[in-house]
C-alpha cells in the first residue's frame, strides 16, 4: 500500500512539472502563392521613320553643317561614323516631310551622299567609307565645270556618280584593269602624301569650283591650281581625271 502512495505521488508529480519545449521548423504552407514582385516596365523605343543619312562633302565643316541643319528648324541626332576624313550623320525631320528633305539635301553643295535611313543603308554607307582607297569630288562653278564624285575602293572598283555637265548622269560602276590599278597604287605609295596641305586656296577670288582629293586619312581641299599644288598632288589628279575621260564619262 505505501508502494503504490509513493508510484501515485511521483505520477502527480511528474505531470505538474513543466514541459520541455520542443523546437519544430517553420514550414511555410503547401501551395502558398508565390510573392508578387513589382514589374519593370521598359520604355516603348519608337521606331523614327523621319530620320536621313548624310555623308558630308567635307568632314572639316561638320560644325558649320550641323548649324545649318538646326537652323533650318531641324534635328541633328547623330553620327554614326565620325572619323578625320569622314562623317556620316542622321537628321532628324518633321514628320511627312522626309522625301521633301531629302531633295533639298541633294541639292545642297554640303553633303556627297543623301538616303533614307535603314540598317542596310547605314552599313552600305560606313562600310563604302572605310572601303575607300582614293576619292574625287568636283562641286559646280560659274562656268560649265563638271560636277562628279568619284571614289575607288581598295580592291579597285569605281563608283562614279554624274551630277552635272557630265556625259552620263547618275551612278555608273566599273573596275580598274590591272595595270590602271597598279600605276594608281604605285603613285599613292611613291609620294609623301603627309606633305600635302589640307587646303590649296585664295578666298579673294571668287565663283572657283571646289576639287576634294581624299587619300591615305587625309582630305585636301583644291580651289586655286596654282604654282602652289605640288606637281605628285596634281599627278595623282591628272590621272583620276584620265580614267574618267578614257571612259568618255565627261568631256
Known sequence: MKTFCISLFLLALS???PKDKIETKNEEPKNTPPKKTKEIVQPKVEKAENLILVVLKNPK????????ITNSGLKWKKMILDEATSKIALIEVPKGKKDFWIEQFKSYNTFKTVMSNSKENANKLVEKEKNTLISL???SCMGDCPVYDVFIDKEGNVI???KQYVTEKGVKEFKLSEEE???LQEKLKANNTSSFKETY???KIMDLG???ITLNGKQIHIRLWNNDVPDSLMDIHEY???MLLKRKLFE
Do not use: I, R
Not at 61 to 67: F, G, N, Q
Open 15 to 17: 505531470c505538474g512539472a
Open 61 to 68: 565643316a561638320a560644325k558649320t553643317a550641323k548649324t545649318m
Open 137 to 139: 569630288q568636283k562641286t
Open 160 to 162: 562614279f556618280e554624274g
Open 181 to 183: 590599278f597598279k600605276t
Open 201 to 203: 586656296d585664295n578666298p
Open 210 to 212: 571646289s576639287t576634294y
Open 240 to 242: 583620276l581625271e584620265g
